[in-house]
């Protein structure tokens, strides 16, 4: 079975940088997309970063160039290097994949902002 683990949250102070990383492993197949999604308490789920396999790579309007989204040549690990974070990025973040038909979700990771 696919799996998919994050790693790298944890506290972090307003203006500073943090790298969280999914790993995957069980896949006997090429994901085609990739990337990670945030939640906050009370808020919906959105996107934050993605990344095709050709490397095309999509924001949510929120990053305004802050965050980056990359991946490992081999497609089964990626990266988000978030740096000048805020308060608001407070959330759980979410590596999350599609292949061969289906979507794939890790557990999540917490990033809390704070002083």
């Known amino acids: 079975q696919v799996q998919l683990v994050e790693s790298g949250g944890g506290l972090v102070q307003p203006g500073g940088s943090l790298r969280l990383s999914c790993k995957t492993s069980?896949?006997?197949?090429?994901?085609?997309?990739m990337g990670w999604y945030r939640q906050a308490p009370g808020k919906q789920r959105e996107l934050v970063a993605t990344?095709?396999?050709?490397?095309?790579?999509n924001y949510g309007d929120f990053v305004k160039g802050r965050f980056r989204i990359a991946k490992e040549k081999d497609g089964n690990k990626w990266q988000l290097q978030m740096s000048n974070v805020a308060l608001e990025d407070t959330a759980d973040y979410y590596c999350?994949?599609?292949?061969?038909?289906?979507?794939?979700w890790g557990q999540g990771t917490q990033v809390t902002v704070s002083s």
């Open positions: 990344i095709i396999s050709n490397g095309l790579t």
């Open positions: 999350w994949a599609r292949g061969r038909g289906h979507g794939y």
């Open positions: 069980g896949a006997i197949f090429s994901f085609t997309a």
